[in-house]
């Protein structure tokens, strides 16, 4: 055999070992089965994101973020608003716009249209994915989103620094009951219910 043809056949199955390797552990990550129990010891600590199971009857762990613990509170809420945005709502746009200090710590947390559908009133006129005609429509369909936000960014199992609420808008105003009736995300979500 030639010897380039030699060193092609190597490469390929070290790469091939490698990507087994890398699958097997993010496969891990990504199944929720990562053992958080010893993680005050690390650098780094993984944070769940939530969601509904299959049959869209309960919550459960559908990944994790792993995250430095050097990263400030407001960095690690906009990389887990930036993963739920790829991951969870179809790259919808979601804002941390502050975390509001007075006697709690209270993210705000802005959910945004698409640029394209920010002017359009109905939602017939609405294009592509969009909060009001995706998520925040049907019983099951605003249960799932509402327990997908409001648990993924209280992490109320995590020990360390954190906010102890977070208040949702809406294209930047406040949600009410009115605007939808089956998302339950006006108000503030406080960390210790």
């Not at 060193?7 to 490698?18: K, P, V």
């Not at 960095?75 to 930036?82: F, G, N, R, V, Y």
């Not at 648990?151 to 809406?170: A, E, P, S």
Request: aromatic content about 10%.
């Amino acid at each position: 055999m030639p010897r380039n043809m030699n060193l092609t056949i190597g490469i390929a199955i070290i790469a091939l070992i490698i990507g087994a390797l890398s699958g097997a552990y993010y496969s891990k990550v990504l199944d929720g089965e990562i053992d958080v129990e010893d993680q005050e010891l690390q650098e780094e600590y993984f944070y769940p994101v939530y969601g509904a199971d299959r049959q869209a009857e309960k919550t459960i762990v559908n990944f994790y973020i792993k995250l430095s613990e050097d990263l400030t509170l407001k960095e690690k809420l906009k990389i887990i608003a930036d993963k739920l945005s790829r991951f969870k709502f179809d790259h919808l746009p979601i804002e941390v716009v502050k975390i509001k200090k007075n006697k709690q710590d209270i993210a705000i947390i802005n959910l945004c249209e698409h640029e394209w559908n920010r002017s359009q009133d109905g939602s017939d006129e609405l294009r592509g994915i969009s909060w009001r005609s995706h998520y925040f429509q049907g019983s099951a369909g605003g249960m799932i989103t509402s327990e997908t936000l409001i648990r993924t960014f209280l992490q109320r199992d995590y020990n360390g620094d954190w906010v102890d609420g977070v208040k949702f808008l809406y294209e930047g105003r406040e949600i009410t009951q009115e605007m939808t009736q089956h998302i339950h995300l006006s108000g503030i979500k406080d960390r210790k219910e």
